[in-house]
């Protein structure tokens, strides 16, 4: 027996003991299973909107690529760099004078 089935029977048994009805324990049981039957149809619901709504948008996209026959030239990128940031250097070392 497993610890849910195990734990499951015990209630019983002590439902029976102080006189209350067994069946309440297994209608709510039944309950929660369709509660999750639900649950789980709706996260699958979601999951597959997310897919085709994400396909959507990955088909829309295809057409905007690149051409294959189109190169990156990197001497004309170099060439055309320009106004970018400089970067500044300030020299904190210590400088000691020899001459005594």
Not at 5 to 32: F, P, W, Y
Not at 33 to 57: D, F
Not at 58 to 78: F, H, K, L, R
Request: net charge positive; aromatic share 8%.
């Amino acid at each position: 027996m497993t610890g849910n089935s195990l734990a499951h029977l015990l209630c019983q048994e002590q439902k029976m003991r102080n006189g209350a009805d067994v069946r309440v324990v297994s209608n709510r049981r039944t309950h929660i299973r369709k509660i999750g039957l639900i649950a789980v149809a709706a996260v699958l619901t979601l999951v597959g909107i997310g897919g085709w709504l994400h396909w959507v948008t990955a088909s829309s996209q295809a057409g905007v690529a690149t051409p294959a026959w189109t190169t990156i030239d990197p001497m004309e990128i170099t060439m055309k760099a320009g106004h970018l940031p400089v970067a500044h250097f300030v020299d904190y070392t210590f400088y000691f004078d020899q001459q005594q």
